[in-house]
């Protein structure tokens, strides 16, 4: 009960965080509405399940919302490296787009192309690996899933 009540509790702080400045006015700004109102809503859920007496249902939630955020949090930093690489430059400045462009003699305009190339192919593993974990820790069968026929 106490870890269901700690992790209701962490993620209430969570959503109230103010991460952002706003660059014109240097005030902070909260997390986007899509992610703070999600947040507390199975804070709140956590929560009263564990008070409730659900204890099962409350570490079994908790649960699912530490593994499937850890799980989202590592497919985002992914698609920003994806995002990072296609940018223009941003493969050349680094020291193995150093050595690929000395290596293979490739222009400023090849080497953006191989960037924006590797950005797809980050992207691609992200959700060939990502989707089908998220799809585990959900219990999915995947796409081979069909109901059984118990006879007439």
């Keep these: 009960?106490?870890?269901?009540?700690?992790i209701g509790v962490l993620l209430i702080m969570t959503a109230l965080v103010k991460p952002d400045?706003?660059?014109?006015?240097?005030?902070?700004?909260?997390?986007?509405?899509?992610?703070?109102?999600?947040?507390?809503?199975?804070?709140?859920?956590?929560?009263?399940?564990?008070?409730?007496g659900f204890i099962g249902l409350a570490k079994f939630a908790a649960a699912q919302i530490v593994i499937t955020g850890a799980i989202l949090a590592t497919m985002l930093i992914?698609?920003?490296?994806?995002?990072?690489?296609?940018?223009?430059g941003a493969l050349t400045s680094t020291p193995v787009g150093g050595r690929i462009r000395k290596r293979f003699d490739l222009?400023?305009?090849a080497m953006d192309q191989f960037g924006v190339l590797l950005?797809?192919?980050?992207y691609l593993l992200v959700l060939l690996?990502?989707?089908p974990m998220i799809a585990l820790q959900w219990a999915s069968t995947g796409w081979t899933c069909r109901r059984s026929s118990t006879g007439s």
């Design 78 to 88: 992914g698609l920003q490296t994806g995002r990072a690489l296609g940018t223009d």
């Design 1 to 6: 009960m106490i870890a269901a009540l700690t």
């Design 21 to 52: 400045r706003d660059p014109v006015t240097g005030v902070s700004r909260p997390l986007p509405g899509v992610v703070r109102i999600p947040m507390l809503l199975l804070a709140g859920f956590v929560i009263i399940a564990a008070v409730s």
């Design 129 to 131: 690996v990502g989707i």
């Design 119 to 122: 950005s797809l192919g980050v």
């Design 107 to 109: 222009t400023d305009t």
